[in-house]
């Protein structure tokens, strides 16, 4: 990941995260925060983010997997960029696990944790 381009890389990382705009929400189950919300997200919060991966994983149904809904703490809010830990092992992929480090935009985040 270079400094011009801090997110992940599908060809380079094996995954990238799929930003998502207030217009184009019908992939979600829920309603997308507004970007108000999504911009002003910091460290504590706990947002999802969806991963795309490079490989399709087969799921036991024998369905491909390709794309992952999955919870990262923020640690750090940068300019421009969030920087986050991801808080649980995926379901379908073997790249990642928790705690994996991972640069994000807010046009990234999907959902906010809400106690």
Do not use: C, N
């Not at 795309?52 to 809904?69: F, I, N, S, T, W």
């Amino acid at each position: 990941m270079s400094g011009e381009h801090p997110y992940p890389r599908l060809e380079e990382d094996g995954f990238q995260l799929i930003p998502v705009e207030q217009e184009s929400t019908q992939i979600l189950a829920a309603p997308l925060p507004s970007d108000a919300e999504r911009f002003a997200a910091g460290p504590g919060d706990i947002v999802k983010l969806i991963f795309q991966y490079r490989d399709a994983y087969p799921r036991p149904d024998g369905k491909l997997v390709r794309a992952e809904h999955m919870w990262v703490q923020v640690i750090e809010k940068l300019d421009g960029h969030l920087i986050g830990d991801l808080d649980s092992d995926p379901q379908h992929d073997s790249l990642l696990q928790a705690g994996h480090r991972v640069t994000f935009h807010p046009k990234h985040i999907v959902a906010i944790w809400q106690d």
